[in-house]
T-cell receptor
Framework: EAGVAQSPRYKIIEKRQSVAFWCNPI?????LYWYQQILGQGPKLLIQ????????DSQLPKDRFSAERLKGVDSTLKIQPAKLEDSAVYLC????????????FGPGTRLTVL | SQQGEEDPQALSIQEGENATMNCSYK?????LQWYRQNSGRGLVHLIL???NEREKHSGRLRVTLDTSKKSSSLLITASRAADTASYFC????????????WGAGTKLIIKP
């Protein structure tokens, strides 16, 4: 079974630039999550999708972050414009509804904002 | 917001020794999960314990859950160098919309 795919793995940008991350979840997983993980901390949920609908985006900084999940499969997360404090690892995870919410994670994208 | 708090923040032991990590949480839960994160394999699910369970085993892992104290522990027996990683507890709170709430993790270092 293929795992959660993410790209790119690394990205370095300057502040005020824009960046986009892509995620392909495990086939058949209806729920998709984007997390932000700052060094030394646990993952912080940014947005949760159920199929192509948003379940929770209460912690997404909507003035600069946006996410979509077209057709209920792939998802993209965008930051525009980036700030220094956005430097973090962005993790995508997916889960199969009804499976006690075990989440499967991609390798993450390490973003450095200079 | 983070519900879980792992203790200790960091732990360094000799290979072959046992490692114990603790997690405390604040609200009633459906289940509690432990994950491992290292640079090679990212975040990986280790074990899930449901709120009506008190103890669970998986290989060298033993997890306990005390819902009256809102706490859990993860024991890794006969530690190996490959166990060097950060360990996170994540709680699936009741009415959580299938969200997990994460602690800050315990950094475990196994010395050869």
């Amino acid at each position: 079974e293929a795992g959660v795919a993410q790209s790119p793995r690394y990205k370095i940008i300057e502040k005020r630039q824009s960046v986009a991350f892509w995620c392909n979840p495990i086939s058949g997983h209806a729920t998709l999550y984007w997390y932000q993980q700052i060094l030394g901390q646990g993952p912080k949920l940014l947005i949760q999708f159920q199929n192509n609908g948003v379940v929770d985006d209460s912690q997404l900084p909507k003035d600069r972050f946006s996410a979509e999940r077209l057709k209920g499969v792939d998802s993209t997360l965008k930051i525009q414009p980036a700030k220094l404090e956005d430097s973090a690892v962005y993790l995508c995870a997916s889960s199969q509804r009804g499976n006690y919410n075990e989440q499967f994670f991609g390798p993450g994208t390490r973003l450095t904002v200079l | 917001s983070q519900q879980g708090e792992e203790d200790p923040q960091a732990l360094s032991i000799q290979e072959g020794e046992n490692a114990t990590m603790n997690c405390s949480y604040k609200t009633s839960i459906n289940n509690l999960q432990w994950y491992r994160q290292n640079s090679g394999r990212g975040l990986v699910h280790l074990i899930l314990i449901r709120s009506n369970e008190r103890e669970k085993h998986s290989g060298r892992l033993r997890v306990t859950l005390d819902t009256s104290k809102k706490s859990s522990s993860l024991l890794i027996t006969a530690s190996r160098a490959a166990d060097t990683a950060s360990y996170f507890c994540a709680t699936d709170a009741m009415d959580s919309n299938y969200q997990l709430i994460w602690g800050a993790g315990t950094k475990l270092i196994i010395k050869p």
